[in-house]
């Protein structure tokens, strides 16, 4: 028995859920990415301990998986273990009048509702965000104008080594789409936020405004894996990419959407390697006719 074998026996003695050689492009949103060696949806929090722990003791690597919505994963896949959160980690619970509790498995969307539903204010502009609660504290995830870090009150987490621990105010190192958690390899368990009271059906309504303008702008009709580069300062990527005449731009079966040229999406078939290239293209064109450097926010492994 080999250490990715021992590693997936051992989770699957704590009741959760294993597979081997499990394909990548089935849990992200751009639809791209080779095999995983293991694939692990962990219930609770012991569980996860107990799983890092072991990983770490077998040094096998531990790649946390959120909802896949900022991520493109290589062709090969990834070598380790890929973990995401199910059970208990998928619970929002009040706590007090203005705070929630919730697990970092639970989807963005409805931790907006929840709030929205007990008349609480702050996190409109959070709803149609593609992703988890998990994902969204470790990137700092925005849009028009705010971030998710202005809420956030705390952070629950579990070290490499299987160590439980919070992270609370300006230890939590938030930044332009980053957090202590980008480099200190902890995975997020649990998030508390604070938020206002406020009036539902005005909540509702700017929830469904803002949706209703993601919509319309962004190719949600096809793979993707949601704006491909980091804001520039003082101004758009999307902007500078059309401008350099980019859009409609393909490589294989990746390309530059039409819609929102701060967009790549997988017009079917799309390779890791596919989109790689078009965004060193993208990176090149602008830098050589703007002197803009573009950065890009998606995630990278395998």
């Known amino acids: 028995m080999n ?23 089935r849990h992200t949103t751009f639809r791209i990415g080779g095999p995983a060696d293991l694939f692990l949806t962990v219930g609770d929090r012991a569980a996860l301990r107990a799983v890092r722990r072991k990983a770490f003791g077998l040094e096998v690597p531990v790649f946390p998986l959120g909802n896949g ?138 929830m469904e405004d803002l949706y209703a303008r993601r919509k319309a702008k962004q190719p949600l009709e096809l793979p993707s894996a949601g704006s491909v580069f980091k804001r520039p300062p003082g101004q758009y990527a999307g902007t500078l990419i059309e401008a350099c005449g980019l859009k409609g731009q393909r490589v294989g079966g990746a390309v530059v959407s039409e819609k929102h040229a701060g967009f790549i999406v997988n017009a079917g078939g799309a390779t890791c390697e596919d989109v790689r290239r078009l965004i060193g293209r993208i990176r090149e064109t602008v830098f050589q006719k703007t002197g803009v450097r573009l950065e890009c926010e998606v995630k990278m492994i395998g």
């Open 3 to 25: 250490r990715i074998e021992e590693l997936g026996e051992f989770a699957r003695g704590l009741g959760c859920g294993v597979r081997f050689g499990e394909p990548m492009s």
């Open 69 to 206: 919505s900022n991520l493109l994963v290589g062709d090969a896949g990834v070598r380790g273990a890929v973990v995401t959160l199910g059970g208990t980690f998928r619970k929002i619970v009040a706590r007090g009048e203005t705070e929630l509790e919730c697990g970092a498995g639970a989807s963005l969307a409805g931790l907006c509702k929840f709030a929205r539903d007990r008349s609480l204010t702050g996190l409109e502009f959070a709803y149609g965000i593609p992703g988890l609660v998990g994902g969204a504290a470790f990137m700092n995830a925005g849009a028009y104008g705010h971030s998710v870090s202005e809420a956030i009150v705390s952070c629950s987490h579990v070290t490499a080594g299987g160590e439980a621990g919070v992270l609370r105010g300006e230890a939590l190192g938030f930044g332009y789409r980053r957090s202590a958690y980008t480099d200190n390899g902890a995975l997020i368990t649990a998030v508390r936020v604070k938020l206002e009271r406020g009036d539902p059906d005005e909540i509702s309504e700017k």
